[in-house]
């Protein structure tokens, strides 16, 4: 157990101070807080483990995502990082929860090395009122501690870096690596595992916002497909941007804050993620400008996973408590650089649950090192890595929540499959849908404008593309049609069809035979 520590719950102000006077970091133009952390910028799914017991060796979903480790070699490592604490001058400590409902309330106690990773803990998970503090017992703990390594040989992990789960004892373990959204992964993770098998509750790596009438949307989508961007809309109440819960009564954030991109940000672009960045908010591994103190978030010589995390109330139109009904709508994004899928279609329940388990993107050339052409990527529940359970169990849990229906309107819940990718042709070739035609896409299905027009079938991915949208053109509705070249399309899309099926071959010993038969079918 770690020792007392005087830095238990310090303010930011506080914090900020200590890092700066520590030489961690260094302030911006915006009075954001500068980090560099180190080797690791972005997380190491490789090096996540749960440990293997009595109660995971049966539930979990054992393979190369949710690695298995033995109590053993959790135990070694946690009493090297205790030992290790103890020992420091200095570790900083914070309470805090994850769950913005009561009921499912987790309380989270974070200890940390360094100051600004107590800080990121403070900005990225709910704060306690002063008086919920006074009794604050804690439901899990996080001990985060970069310094701290393995020992391949000792400790059975993959290198020197590494995240433990472990459910029996409630605690996550990490070392080796100082990038903070393990920290926020790993309780992520945590309520993936807790609230659908404990509470039949779907958890949710989406963002979630409200109209003005209360109704709720929820935007799932990988990096790169406009989930942020889409989300944070002025005209709507954000709930969150990252993780959801969606309870029998209603949806409800897990976090407290945002933890954004910055590559390339501006502030025509998201204009309520750039004013978010000041005093309070963490930049994480951001160049600068020739001054010294300005962001250049062009600058990808760190890397290109540049971060900034703030409270959520650095954003002023926010839902109160992080709460919303049960959603309306629900949009899956997908950036489709092949140009095949259409700008926007409607999904049936067993389509939704289908491309809800494919989870499906494109890479394009030059995100990552060696990638030339398209790269069609699959990722479960657009959340794989986070997935203690087999993804067709949380798809169980979305066919049942969308059956139940909505609360408000109609009480139907639409699901949405939208393309914010390439029209006309692949990348190299055709051009990426203009970012206000899927606003006005979107903006025609919250309204309910999109229920009162005629559909057509796009075949192979029978998939329904409505034939009008306000402030869209008819033109680009299918995509088939928006190529010089018919038969070049055919030919695309057939081998996107089958890089869905493959994919999808994991999945078809535990999905229902409806939800295979939703997906592109090759007859």
């Not at 649950?353 to 394009?364: L, R, V």
């Not at 059956?403 to 499959?417: F, H, P, R, T």
């Not at 903006?443 to 034939?467: C, M, R, S």
């Not at 949208?469 to 018919?486: F, M």
């Amino acid at each position: 157990m770690i020792k007392s520590t005087n830095n238990h719950n310090l303010q930011p102000a506080v914090l900020v101070e200590k890092t700066i006077a520590n030489g961690q970091g260094k302030m911006s133009n915006t009075g954001a807080l500068v980090i560099n952390t180190g080797t690791f910028t972005g997380r190491s799914p490789q090096d996540r483990f749960i440990v293997k017991d009595d109660i995971t060796k049966d539930t979990v979903d054992w393979g190369a995502i949710n690695i298995p480790i033995d109590q053993e070699s959790y135990q070694k490592l946690y009493e090297k990082m205790i030992n290790y604490a103890n020992g420091c001058e200095e570790i900083y400590s914070r309470d805090a929860y994850a769950c913005a409902s009561v009921k499912y309330r987790l309380n989270v106690r974070v200890h940390t090395e360094y100051p600004w990773q107590n800080m990121f803990a403070y900005n990225m998970f709910l704060r306690p009122s002063s008086k919920e503090l006074a009794t604050f017992s804690p439901d899990w703990e996080v001990f985060a501690f970069p310094t701290v390594t393995a020992d391949p040989s000792i400790h059975n992990t993959r290198q020197e870096n590494f995240a433990i789960i472990n459910f029996t004892e409630k605690k996550i373990i990490i070392g080796g690596t100082a990038y903070t959204g393990e920290i926020k992964k790993g309780i992520f993770s945590v309520l993936n595992y807790v609230l659908p098998t404990n509470n039949n509750i779907l958890s949710m790596h989406c963002s979630a916002n409200v109209g003005a009438s209360g109704d709720t949307a929820l935007f799932f989508g990988l990096s790169g497909t406009g989930k942020t961007t889409l989300s944070n809309d002025p005209e709507r109440r954000l709930i969150g941007d990252d993780e959801h819960g969606w309870a029998t009564s209603s949806v409800f954030n897990f976090e407290g804050g945002c933890y954004a991109k910055t590559i390339d940000l501006s502030a025509n672009k998201e204009p309520q993620i750039f004013a978010a960045i000041k005093f309070g908010a963490i930049l994480e591994n951001i160049g600068f400008q020739e001054d010294g103190c300005t962001p250049d978030y062009s600058d990808v010589s760190i890397t290109q996973n540049t971060r900034v995390s703030y409270p959520i109330y650095h954003i002023d139109n926010i839902m109160y408590k992080s709460r919303g009904d049960l959603p309306e709508n629900i949009f899956f994004l997908t950036c489709d650089a092949f140009g095949v899928l259409p700008p926007i279609s409607k999904l049936t329940k067993e389509q939704a649950m289908y491309h809800f388990i494919s989870g499906y993107t494109a890479k394009i050339a030059g995100t990552e090192v060696g990638i030339t052409e398209p790269k069609a990527t699959f990722s479960a529940c657009f959340g794989a890595p986070f997935l203690p359970l087999h993804a067709t169990k949380y798809a169980k849990i979305l066919g049942e929540k969308i059956d139940a229906g909505s609360k408000i309107g109609d009480g139907k819940i639409n699901v949405w499959l939208i393309n914010t990718g390439w029209t006309g042709g692949s990348f190299g070739e055709g051009s990426r849908i203009e970012l206000s035609y899927t606003r006005a896409m979107i903006k025609a299905a919250l309204n309910g404008k999109l229920n009162k027009v005629e559909y057509q079938n796009l075949d192979l991915f029978n998939l329904a593309i409505p034939t009008e949208c306000p402030d869209v053109p008819n033109a680009i509705l299918n995509p088939r049609p928006t190529w010089r070249n018919g038969e070049d399309y055919d030919k695309v899309a057939l081998n996107l069809a089958n890089l869905f099926i493959d994919n999808f071959k994991d999945f078809e010993a535990e999905a229902d035979p409806k939800i295979t038969a939703a997906g592109p079918q090759l007859s």
